[in-house]
């Protein structure tokens, strides 16, 4: 009964700055751990961000740029993504399961290019 609706992918200048959001509905209680996949053009699904608690952590190709976190409502998880490299170019999924993602958000596309 969990669905996750992403927003906020778009159109960025590289060294720009973008804030995904994922809003959860339905019992999310036993969610406890959240993240965010990209996939790039021509590549596998990799996992960006993770959070857990209040421990995050993240890929070393994102990490220092990218924050993952969550609303005081526990509702709607972001990805605040600064400095952003036309490599950062993908789909980007919002994932709430525990050991293996078990819901999904529909993606939202990111493209950074000048």
């Known amino acids: 009964q969990v669905q996750l609706v992403e927003s906020g992918g778009g159109l960025v200048e590289p060294g720009g700055s973008l804030t995904l959001s994922c809003t959860a509905s339905?019992?999310?209680?036993?969610?406890?751990?959240w993240g965010w996949y990209r996939q790039q053009p021509g590549k596998q699904r990799e996992v960006v961000a993770g959070?857990?608690?209040?421990?995050?952590d993240y890929i070393d190709s994102v990490r220092h740029r990218f924050t993952i976190f969550r609303s005081n409502t526990k509702r709607t998880l972001y990805l605040q993504m600064n400095n952003l490299k036309p490599e950062d170019t993908a789909v980007y999924y919002c994932v709430g399961g525990d050991e293996n993602p078990l819901y999904w958000g529909q993606g939202t596309q990111v493209t950074v290019s000048s």
């Open positions: 339905g019992n999310i209680a036993r969610i406890y751990a």
């Open positions: 959070l857990k608690g209040a421990e995050d």
